[in-house]
């Protein structure tokens, strides 16, 4: 409870900080000589806002307690009567406002602090569309949504996570569009969210997620308004963690992945075309040091008698099994990579170049790997770059295949195969089977897959996904 | 559920086994990659001569361009025999899934080659597309290692030339898998031949001390088989007929003489000394078509032919449709007169039927066939034949008026 004492409030408050040293307690008498307290968290408000617009009104103004409204200039005030709500407000950098001889807080919304501004994406960049990405700031996330969906059927809902971190996290969702079993369902999930910290939207997707135990995600990460706006126009549901420039959707389908927002911005012959390309670069990036060192150990007749011929000259003289040859290519090629990724981006580029000259052309000469085996891995290595999304999966695979093609052959890659499929078969996110539109086969889905339909063909909204029969048109 | 998913996987890896071939891996660098091989027999036993590749490690610093071959020879009681006993002198395992030539020596052939082949299909490495031929008058190794083209071994040398039967017709490819088709239904199967000539080596820079003469192989003409012996052979002029019997003419030309009343003998025409007129086959359908009569068997062969004006070197007027109809015409005789020659060849020569008349006969008597299968060997000789052919000529090439009449004034009047 609020005390009528602002003494008692300051106390209290100072207490519960523990005296924090951001902390400021600001007491003022007003024009009426009533004692006024004003308490916030330094760096997290609009200072000059707060001096110009209440303590000055208060001051020059105010004689009774009860005009304080009428007396101030602030859009967003909020009565309170808890002492523990407005603890809440000021953590969340609010100013709250105590008076002398009332039992009632005022939250005065005054925040400002420093943010990113918004910039292109780096992650998703495009030549055509939209380049804008999203920041870390919530508020400034909601309102690029807001800018896309000029619609009020475009529902916010605040939820707040982690019992020391006290993260504000937001679903986005238009009303009429969305499925509403998958809505309850998510919020059923979150309710059951039991969070610590929450740092990031990944921690939200860990909490709610469909298959923890699998390498895909069932969560479609974006740091893009307008990708974002595309997928809670089919029906998804976004959802917004403070603190973290991505957002995320679900449900997710796995060929979500292998789609870019670029397609829809380009001419729907050519996306087709790079569709294609793109779900070459998957199985490529995935099977083929596989299927290569399968064929060279176990099928040598399916070779093309001049190839072989080659082959064999260059493996001639390699001192390991191409099993072996196989994973330590890869295993140097991780390092690279992982190298490469965290360092500063100068000497980034200066760990790619000695690694590639190492691998690529070294280890060629001093007989350690013969030229195929760099050709063939290099080739999976920038598959894996068309679709840096799926990467996670990928890395895990190829390595699978590669042990399951060097110990048994094609056998043993179409057992994999066979393996992952069911794997990725028994999936669904949020009751939506994962490989949809390919297993359950949707007509309307396959406009939207492999080749990219012309807007007008596209009529209906994923099916399962959004809500039942939903057309996009009248 | 689960047991029912566990058993469904169970199934699809099961089926997946079928998919593969071979179990236990092998590392390219243990195997030896044999491109080409000879049989021959000598002394009851069989010899093996094998072409395996050297494999070169740097391909672009080595001496020659060509990849450098070697030449193994094993003896074994039969060919399986023989191919492991090559493990006791060379040190790889000789893989015989790329090759793609056998050749017979004429002494197997002639005794018989049946008894050997079975090999190619009871093991799994062999290709059954693989090339049989023989070598005509030699041993097989004789013509090996031979390599007077542009390919990287000997053997690829031999498998392209019998690839390019298709462009004259005067020879033949046959693979495993049609010899046997045709050993199963008791015909007589014709295989390609090799023969080892002798080429004047034109070379302006000639070594000193090089003998001015190469070998090369010819592959013209085919080795006729009966049963699975070698019993002749038919020159590259009556493959020509053979090949139209069978349906099988290719892309080849037919080189024919028009009469000499369709030349034309105008001033305006300059060199028409030359005789032959050549039509390139673009499409051909045969048609072979028997009727037994008063107990004789009439054989009719419908040929059907479309080609193009290749070359004339007769000066013939092709705006003239009276002179196109005499080429077409011409052509067909000569393609009458190839097929008669080969017929004769086989009927009174060979005495075999090498064209599936007895298939035909077989289809469409099916009781008399009982009775004479037989005794076939006896009665194709005695059948008489009718041959109609028709060439139709789609396009004079390029042209369609020779390029010896002399244009200009005299060509205006």
């Known amino acids: 409870m609020i005390s009528k004492y602002i003494m008692k409030n300051r106390v209290k408050l100072e207490e519960k900080f523990n005296n924090s040293d951001d902390l400021v307690l600001y007491e003022f008498d007003t024009l009426g000589d009533t004692e006024a307290l004003v308490v916030y ?103 690029l949504i807001r800018r896309k969906i000029r619609n009020n059927n475009l529902i916010f809902e605040q939820f707040v996570f982690g019992e020391q971190t006290n993260t504000q996290v937001c679903i986005v969702y238009i009303n009429g569009i969305v499925n509403q079993d998958i809505l309850a369902e998510l919020k059923a999930r979150f309710k059951k969210i039991k969070a610590d910290a929450i740092l990031d939207v990944s921690y939200i997707e860990e909490y709610i997620e469909d298959a923890p135990n699998s390498l895909v995600r069932t969560a479609y990460y974006t740091e893009k308004p307008d990708v974002l706006a595309g997928k809670i126009l089919e029906g998804r549901i976004g959802i917004i963690c403070d603190g973290s420039p991505n957002v995320i959707t679900v449900p997710k389908i796995f060929i979500e992945d292998l789609m870019d927002s670029e397609d829809y911005y380009s001419k729907p012959k050519f996306a087709s075309f790079l569709r294609i390309i793109r779900y070459l670069s998957f199985f490529i990036s995935i099977f083929l040091v596989g299927i290569y060192i399968a064929i060279t150990n176990f099928h040598q007749e399916m070779i093309p008698t001049q190839l072989l011929i080659t082959l064999a000259g260059q493996r001639e003289g390699v001192p390991f099994p191409s099993l072996l040859e196989a994973l330590l290519m890869i295993l140097f090629y991780e390092i690279i990579k992982e190298a490469g990724l965290r360092l500063p981006k100068n000497i980034g580029q200066t760990v790619t170049l000695i690694g590639g000259l190492v691998i690529g052309q070294a280890a060629v000469e001093a007989g350690l790997v013969s030229a195929i085996m760099v050709i063939v891995v290099s080739a999976a290595g920038v598959s894996e770059f068309v679709i840096p999304q799926l990467r996670e999966m990928i890395v895990i695979y190829r390595i699978l295949f590669i042990i399951l093609g060097g110990l048994f052959g094609l056998f043993g890659i179409f057992s994999g195969l066979i393996i992952s499929s069911f794997h990725l078969l028994s999936i669904k996110s949020f009751g939506v089977p994962y490989l949809f539109p390919i297993a359950p086969y949707d007509k309307e889905g396959f406009k939207d897959f492999l080749r990219r339909a012309p807007l007008k063909k596209m009529n209906y909204r994923p099916k399962y996904i959004a809500d039942k029969d939903s057309r996009k048109r009248k | 559920m689960l047991i029912k998913k566990m058993f469904s996987i169970m199934i699809l890896l099961i089926l997946s086994i079928v998919l593969t071939s071979c179990a236990g891996s092998r590392e390219i660098s243990e195997l030896a990659i044999v491109t080409a091989t000879g049989i021959d027999l000598v002394d009851g036993k069989v010899l093996l001569t094998n072409e395996v590749i050297k494999p070169n490690a740097n391909p672009t610093k080595g001496e020659n361009n060509g990849t450098s071959v070697l030449y ?99 020879t033949r490819s046959l693979n495993i898998n049609e010899y046997i088709k045709y050993y199963y239904q008791r015909k007589t199967p014709v295989l390609g031949v090799v023969n080892r ?72 025409y300059i060199a028409t000394k030359g005789k032959y007129t050549v039509l390139e086959i673009k499409d051909s359908k045969t048609k072979n078509d028997l009727i037994v009569e008063d107990g004789k068997i009439n054989l009719t062969v419908d040929v059907k032919l479309r080609g193009v004006i290749g070359e004339d070197s007769k000066g013939l007027d092709f705006r003239n449709l009276n002179i196109v109809k005499a080429t077409e015409e011409a052509c067909s005789n000569k393609v009458k007169e190839y097929i008669s020659q080969t017929m004769d060849k086989a009927q009174k020569d060979l005495k075999v039927d090498t064209f599936g008349v007895d298939t035909i006969f077989h289809s469409k008597y099916p009781e008399e066939w009982k009775e004479i299968s037989n005794d076939w060997e006896s009665i194709f000789p005695e059948i008489s034949y009718n041959i109609n052919v028709e060439t139709f000529i789609i396009r004079t090439g390029l042209l369609d008026m020779p390029t010896n009449v002399e244009k200009g004034e005299s060509n205006a009047k």
Do not use: W
């Open chain 2, 72 to 170: 193994l020879q094993h003896e074994g009681d039969t060919l399986f025999d023989a191919i492991r006993n090559a493990t006791l002198t060379f040190d790889r395992k000789l893989l015989y899934s790329h090759n793609e030539i056998y050749i017979f020596g004429e002494e197997l052939a002639k005794r018989g080659i049946g008894d050997y082949i079975n090999f190619f299909l009871y093991d799994i490495e062999p290709r059954e597309s693989a090339f049989m031929v023989v070598a005509k008058d030699a041993k097989a190794y004789e013509v090996m290692g031979i390599n007077e083209g542009l390919s990287a071994t000997p053997g690829k040398y031999l498998e392209l030339l019998i690839e390019n039967h298709k462009y004259t017709s005067k």
């Open chain 1, 41 to 143: 968290i330094n760096g997290l408000i609009d200072k000059k806002a707060l001096n110009e617009f209440v303590i000055k009104p208060l001051i020059n103004n105010l004689i009774s307690v009860y005009d304080i409204k009428s007396s101030i200039y602030i859009s967003e005030i909020q009565e309170i009567y808890n002492i523990n709500e407005s603890i809440k407000a000021i953590v969340d950098g609010h100013v709250v406002l105590f008076m002398e001889g009332i039992e009632t807080g005022y939250i005065l919304n005054l925040c400002r602090y420093d943010k990113r501004a918004i910039t292109e994406s780096g992650v998703e960049q495009v030549i055509r569309g939209p380049k804008e990405s999203f920041v870390e700031d919530i508020y400034v996330n909601k309102s």
């Open chain 2, 197 to 268: 000539e002798q080429k004047k080596f034109i070379n302006h820079i000639q070594a000193e001390g090089q003998s001015d003469h190469r070998d090369i192989l010819n592959v013209e003409g085919g080795a006729v088989f009966f049963e699975d012996s070698l019993i002749g052979y038919y020159s590259g002029e009556e493959m020509i007929g053979f090949n139209f019997l069978v349906d099988e003419i290719g892309e080849s030309l037919i080189v024919f003489e028009v009469s000499d009343e369709f030349t034309n003998n105008d001033e305006n």
